[in-house]
């Protein structure tokens, strides 16, 4: 939370002078939300605040529509028609969480040339037309193994659980952990699995390689998979292991209730769902004329063992630690990069 509130406040005087309502038009324009999954909370949290945000835009009369879509499954064939789709629907700008980073880029490139802003988001594309809004995937996953070299200076063997196959989040943070591991050598991924951010999946996977692995000191995760990690460790009468957290207010929960009752420490770290509403902002100012760079990055959101109470107290229920954006706060973020 003081990441974003620094980066937000540095921008604060570029800010000042500008407009913080609409200067054009875009009264009459429509804006989708292209979606490629929706099978956890994090997802989950994501699309209810885009329609939280969006509903209030439209009610306001800053856009006509803000329509969100997501595809049954994380396939880009599937993703890529929806957006073509959209196109022959008339959207003025398509918003993108992508299932690849470059399987979209042929549609991306057929909205922009139909004169369709696209901005893409967490799941980025590397297609020069669009715009992109990203936290720094590998710095949050190399973070986590400087934040273990602080703990446990000894080191230890690591359990790597990852987020869904062939998707740029995942391939990015479980890089920055590996870098993480480069940079801190005491420590070794002893395994790894995919728990496709979700809490069931993760526990499923972790309990199929337990027995296969020595004693495991450490948990790095992508967020979604911390509460089933702890859940497979006590299924198995394992030692629970340091396991970093993904914001998720079950693991949250977990968090807690281990900590009043052993001491229990560790950290937690995502990207915020609302992010989604960043993405909507933004494409509201591009259509409205203003300059934009077509890179803008932003925190992720950590919380620390002095913080855990106060972010759970705002975290709802089976929901996801977050942050929503304004027009002034993406505002000061287009402001920020330039």
């Known amino acids: 939370m003081k990441i974003r509130t620094i ?35 994090w997802r989950q949290a994501m699309l209810t605040s885009w329609d939280k945000v969006t509903k209030e835009a439209v009610k306001a009369g800053t856009v006509a529509a803000a329509d969100p879509f997501t595809t049954a499954e994380n396939q880009a064939t599937e993703q890529a028609a929806q957006i073509q789709n959209m196109i022959l629907q008339g959207y003025d700008a398509i918003v993108i969480n992508a299932a690849s980073p470059t399987a979209l880029n042929g549609a991306v490139k057929e909205a922009c ?15 020069p037309c669009a715009y992109r ?17 602080k703990k446990m200076p000894e080191g230890g063997n690591l359990l790597e659980i990852r987020g869904l196959a062939g998707v740029f989040v995942d391939d990015e943070i479980s890089a920055g952990i590996h870098e993480g591991v480069k940079q801190f050598p005491q420590f070794k991924v002893a395994g790894s ?40 460790f006590t299924a198995a009468k394992r030692k629970t292991p340091l396991i970093i957290m993904g914001n ?50 932003v925190p992720f959101l950590r919380i620390d063992q002095d913080n855990l109470e106060k972010n759970l107290e705002t975290t709802q229920k089976g929901g996801v630690a977050n942050v929503e954006y304004s027009l002034e706060d993406a505002q000061k973020v287009i402001a920020a990069a330039k």
Do not use: C
């Open 193 to 232: 699995v995919h728990g496709d951010w979700a809490q069931d999946v993760a526990q499923r996977a972790v309990a199929g390689i337990l027995p296969s692995l020595p004693e495991i000191a450490a948990v790095v995760t992508q967020g979604g998979d911390g509460y089933g990690a702890a859940q497979a």
């Open 113 to 127: 040339d139909a004169g369709i802003v696209v901005v893409s988001f967490d799941g980025i594309v590397t297609e």
């Open 248 to 297: 998720r207010e079950d693991e949250l929960q977990w968090w807690k209730k281990e900590k009043d009752a052993n001491g229990y420490e560790t950290m937690s770290v995502s990207i915020a769902p609302g992010v989604s509403t960043l993405a909507f902002w933004v494409a509201q100012q591009v259509l409205d004329g203003k300059e934009v760079k077509k890179d803008l990055v």
């Open 7 to 41: 980066l937000l406040a540095s921008a604060a005087m570029v800010v000042a002078a500008m407009p913080l309502s609409a200067s054009a038009d875009t009264s009459g324009k429509k804006i989708a939300l292209s979606n490629n999954y929706a099978g956890n909370s």
């Open 133 to 149: 809004i990203a936290v720094d995937f590998k710095e949050m996953g190399r973070s986590q193994v400087e934040y273990l070299s």
